[in-house]
């Protein structure tokens, strides 16, 4: 559907996720905008499969994109040049996957990162201080590429229970962002979640095995996965063998 678009005060609920503008408007999946992004407003938000994303000058936004995109664990294209990668990373001494030990530093660098055909970044400084307040609550993390103690890569994400939302990637060097995103595939096979949200669309995104479902299943998922109780948000080395050696016996 599309028409005028509904404005929160802060406090004020979230639509219905299916009140989102359709594929014939402008700006397909949004929802609303105004409300507040905090801990209370962005946790009432995701429980609901609804997410922020604006930019700079404009109010807070809010969309619940249809069809969704997401990444089922177990679709995970390890291809045949990241394999060989993430088996060098393994094995090699000074390189290592850390969870939340420099949020901080992950979203910062995931918001100043040029990309390709972007000339500026949604991840605005109002959209960093408040993730930084949702890691400080328990859910918000991190999944960080080390490499002789220098963070190379990484990736943020939230987490309601054992539904995991992706939210931003950042590579310094070659498939940094990629190990970051097998580990936290890895970690979400060794505990039973079966979706990471994917939000958009990206043909970077479905080269790894992402696709799109129907938004009702999506919130289905999510309203299962965060009753479940929250993930060990801990990667040990023997994460890797949910990918290396599972695909390997595929």
Not at 195 to 214: K, M, P, V, Y
């Amino acid at each position: 559907m599309t028409g005028a678009l509904p404005w929160l005060d802060p406090g004020d609920p979230f639509p219905q996720p299916g009140e989102s503008w359709d594929a014939a408007s402008p700006m397909p999946g949004l929802l609303a905008a105004g409300g507040r992004l905090d801990v209370p407003h962005l946790v009432a938000a995701y429980s609901q499969g609804i997410f922020p994303w604006f930019s700079e000058g404009q109010p807070i936004l809010w969309w619940c994109t249809a069809p969704r995109m997401v990444l089922p664990v177990t679709e995970f294209r390890l291809h045949h040049s990241l394999r060989k990668t993430l088996q060098r990373f393994r094995a090699a001494p000074g390189r290592e996957v850390r969870v939340d030990s420099d949020f901080s530093a992950v979203i910062h660098a995931c918001a100043s990162t040029p990309r390709a055909g972007q000339s500026g970044t949604w991840i605005v400084p109002q959209m960093v201080r408040a993730y930084e307040q949702l890691h400080a609550a328990g859910f918000a993390h991190s999944v960080e590429t080390w490499v002789n103690g220098q963070l190379v890569g990484g990736l943020y994400c939230v987490a309601l229970g054992r539904a995991v939302y992706g939210e931003s990637m950042f590579a310094h060097t070659t498939d940094a962002s990629k190990i970051a995103l097998a580990a936290l595939v890895a970690l979400c096979r060794s505990q039973g979640v079966a979706l990471i949200d994917c939000q958009q669309n990206t043909g970077h995104l479905a080269s790894l095995g992402a696709r799109e479902i129907e938004r009702e299943d999506f919130l289905a998922h999510i309203a299962m996965a965060q009753t479940l109780p929250a993930l060990d948000w801990r990667f040990a080395p023997q994460c890797w063998d949910q990918l290396l050696l599972r695909d390997d016996a595929a």
